[in-house]
């Protein structure tokens, strides 16, 4: 029968039963078409410290790996088939850094009040190593970080003198750490408790290399300073000019084909300069003068003069008399030169002498190494003056390692698989249904077998005619003695066994009547 005739056959309970049937079976194939499609993640980071999610976020963006946050963002799962890419990425940043973080001074908040003066000190100096190692992944390029301090009693020793001294024990979760970082995480576990010296400090990295001390017991109190500052900014320096330069050559000869490495000689010093340069023209900054005049008269009664005082000077008209005039003018005069006094500042970093060396896949044409030479030379500023060296090789790569043998089917073709055929199972099973119940639709129904198994209704005396009373006694039936039926209702059962034609008549026309 076909589909519409069907549909009109039904009732309008069938119709909305049939209707619903069919929103039912679209919402299944809709949500295992979902499942089917949807990817599959597996989970590579738990207890997962929320402040390096960033980074580790960043990281699989740069590689095209897709993420999932979990739990809060205190957990990371990826994609099946990128397992292994975002283990490689994770490690490129410092590997994946995760674990319990250390309690700090909210541990004061569960002391009770029968806490003894051992529990405090226990509970303090975990407190301390909480806050510390708290404080130690604020720092950039350190992924996670524990902290172990050793506090002894002031009571075990008898002088101060004698009494141990403190120490302390930091374990970086990074690979890659600014050793100028190193020294400050030093100072900083120095700084923050009571006694301790840098010198009994001792830094390691995920991978159990001695981070601090790295020198002697006068270095480690701050010798080597220097030094870590110029392998700092060496690192940093090569780092940049390495990822420029890889993007540079990923961009023209291809991906996986070029690779840079990058060694410079950094001048970390810090030095002051100042210059003084005089000019032509001179400026006057200072002038005196001074003027002394004095005017005199001679006679015979005057004073003594020179005749009189001293012997064998004769005077000129020694009777006479005359005026005397003196006049004296002196210039002091004080010239500044032009003159200009400048003072630099010469920051730290500067390049005193670089090497670069770039190998190149044999894939790349022979013709297009110079041209290679020239980009790399400018773009990290080659100075063949200063003994700056360049070179480019061209070698042959070596193969990509081949993947580990697996399924057959890989797993995401596989499982798209399962969730079809278990949807084309669904649909036959229904399709299968309807076939017969469209074959049962022309079959007579039959009747029901209880039906036939009922026995009409028997009137008493029949009963007594077929059992004893006793029995029937038994059951419930009264005797038939007891059962006494109206003298007209007697008379037209015995009518009705009689001559049931005339009574059927009869109520057949009373039935008309009505």
Do not use: C
Not at 15 to 24: K, L, T
Not at 75 to 85: E, P, S, T, Y
Not at 206 to 219: E, I, K, T
Not at 309 to 335: F, H, K, M, Q
Request: charged share 20%; proline share 6%; net charge neutral.
């Amino acid at each position: 029968m076909p589909l519409p005739k069907l549909l009109a056959n039904l009732s309008t309970r069938g119709r909305i039963a049939v209707g619903g049937a069919a929103v039912g079976v679209l919402v299944v194939l809709y949500i295992m078409f979902s499942l089917a499609t949807k990817p599959s993640y597996t989970t590579i980071v738990t207890a997962l410290d929320p402040a390096q999610t960033g980074k580790m976020t960043a990281a699989l963006d740069e590689k095209g790996v897709g993420y999932e946050l979990q739990n809060n963002g205190t957990a990371l799962a990826v994609q099946k088939a990128d397992v292994a890419n975002a283990r490689i990425a994770l490690a490129e940043v410092g590997g994946v850094s995760g674990g319990k973080i250390q309690p700090g001074f909210e541990l004061f908040d569960e002391q009770s009040m029968g806490t003894s003066q051992m529990q405090q000190r226990v509970t303090y100096q975990r407190a301390m190593e909480g806050e510390l190692a708290n404080t130690i992944r604020q720092i950039q390029g350190v992924g996670s970080a524990s902290v172990q301090l050793v506090l002894p009693d002031d009571n075990d020793a008898l002088f101060t003198e004698d009494a141990p001294q403190p120490s302390a024990a930091v374990l970086l979760g990074a690979a890659d750490i600014d050793p100028s970082a190193v020294q400050g995480i030093a100072r900083l576990v120095a700084s923050s408790v009571k006694s301790l010296r840098p010198q009994n400090v001792t830094i390691t990295d995920a991978a159990g290399q001695l981070l601090w001390p790295n020198g002697a017991a006068g270095d480690a109190a701050g010798g080597t300073g220097a030094t870590l500052a110029k392998q700092s900014a060496a690192q940093k320096y090569q780092r940049t000019m390495e990822t420029s330069l890889t993007t540079l050559l990923a961009q023209t000869v291809g991906p996986d084909k070029a690779r840079v490495r990058v060694s410079a000689d950094i001048d970390a010093d810090k030095a002051t300069q100042e210059q003084l340069r005089y000019g032509r023209r001179s400026v006057p900054l200072k002038e005196k003068t001074s003027t002394e005049q004095m005017r005199g008269t001679g006679g015979a009664g005057g004073a003594s003069n020179s005749a009189s005082t001293v012997p064998g000077y004769a005077a000129g008209g020694a009777g006479g008399g005359g005026n005397s005039r003196y006049s004296n003018e002196t210039t002091d005069r004080e010239l500044g030169n032009d003159k200009t006094v400048e003072k630099r500042e010469i920051a730290a970093g500067g390049v005193q002498k670089q090497s670069v060396a770039v190998m190149v896949s044999d894939k790349v044409p022979q013709a297009q190494i110079p041209a290679i030479q020239s980009a790399v030379a400018a773009a990290a500023g080659i100075d063949r003056q200063r003994g700056d060296q360049l070179t480019v090789t061209r070698v042959p790569f070596a193969a990509p390692p081949a993947p580990a043998a697996g399924p057959m089917v890989p797993g995401g073709i596989l499982a798209a698989g399962k969730w079809a055929l278990l949807g084309l199972a669904t649909i036959v099973f229904l399709v299968l249904v309807g076939r017969h119940l469209r074959r049962r639709e022309g079959e007579p129904l039959a009747s029901a077998a209880w039906l036939d198994e009922l026995e009409p209704p028997r009137p008493i005396r029949a009963l007594h005619a077929e059992q004893p009373t006793a029995q029937l006694a038994a059951v419930g039936v009264p005797p038939l003695a007891e059962y006494q039926a109206p003298v007209a209702r007697r008379q037209i059962e015995e009518l009705a066994e009689r001559e049931p034609e005339k009574v059927a008549h009869q109520v057949r026309h009373w039935m008309g009547e009505d």
